[in-house]
């Protein structure tokens, strides 16, 4: 069972989401904060799994609070609840694993529980899978995996897009598909792309129909066979 803390300044929404939570039986209520001073020492204390964040609250707000967690290393998983609409872009830049608006629905709610709970599966792989492993004049760099935007083959070799630039590998896109099964999703036979760092697709001028990533201007171009399935997953992930 997982451990979740409600942080929202308003009653009626930390009230709301508990009751929402009731139905769930793989998640437990841990605690609730008011704010994001409550918050901190509650999650000193709790060790939640999962945070359920607002973001407009008293002093530090739910996004800076999400930044601190962040900037301080391991953090519980974030899903934020909100009633911003245009703060998506914000969210994702934080590492958060889902934006809801409010008045959050009890179906959308558990889809975005049990990603948190699919990728903090994921995090519990040996430390060695965390990480893609490259060399750069002479030195061998680790990239954390989370952070790799897409995957390129060019040439013979690979070109790993992180949110830091750029690095180049030798092993192949199948055997990265293999290593880190359910974190990227090939759109092309010559890329794959990481499923949190998906934005949407774009039509070129010339009839061709390229994925839009955060974190990098490339656009991957999306081959005829997967166009219809990689639409289907951003329906699932928007």
Request: with cysteine.
């Amino acid at each position: 069972m997982l451990n979740i803390l409600i942080i929202d300044d308003e009653k009626p929404a930390r009230d709301r989401l508990h009751r929402l939570l009731d139905a769930l039986p793989k998640y437990d209520v841990a605690g609730e904060a008011a704010n994001s001073a409550q918050a901190i020492e509650l999650i000193r204390q709790l060790n939640p799994d999962i945070l359920l964040l607002d973001i407009s609250m008293p002093g530090m707000d739910g996004m800076s609070l999400a930044r601190v967690l962040q900037e301080g290393g391991a953090s519980p998983a974030i899903i934020f609840c909100t009633a911003y609409q245009d703060q998506a872009l914000n969210a994702f830049e934080v590492e958060a694993v889902d934006y809801l608006v409010k008045p959050v629905r009890g179906e959308r709610l558990e889809k975005a529980l049990n990603k948190a709970q699919r990728l903090l599966g994921q995090e519990k792989a040996p430390l060695e899978e965390h990480y893609v492993r490259s060399s750069v004049g002479g030195k061998v760099v680790l990239t954390p995996v989370h952070r790799v935007i897409c995957l390129l083959s060019e040439d013979k070799y690979t070109t790993v897009v992180h949110e830091k630039g750029a690095t180049v590998i030798d092993e192949s896109l199948t055997e990265l598909e293999q290593k880190y099964p359910g974190m990227f999703f090939r759109v092309h036979r010559n890329a794959l792309v990481s499923r949190k760092h998906l934005r949407g697709l774009q039509r070129t001028s010339d009839g061709q129909t390229q994925v839009l990533l955060s974190g990098t201007d490339r656009k991957p171009e999306v081959s005829r066979r997967n166009i219809s399935s990689l639409r289907k997953l951003l329906s699932e992930i928007s």
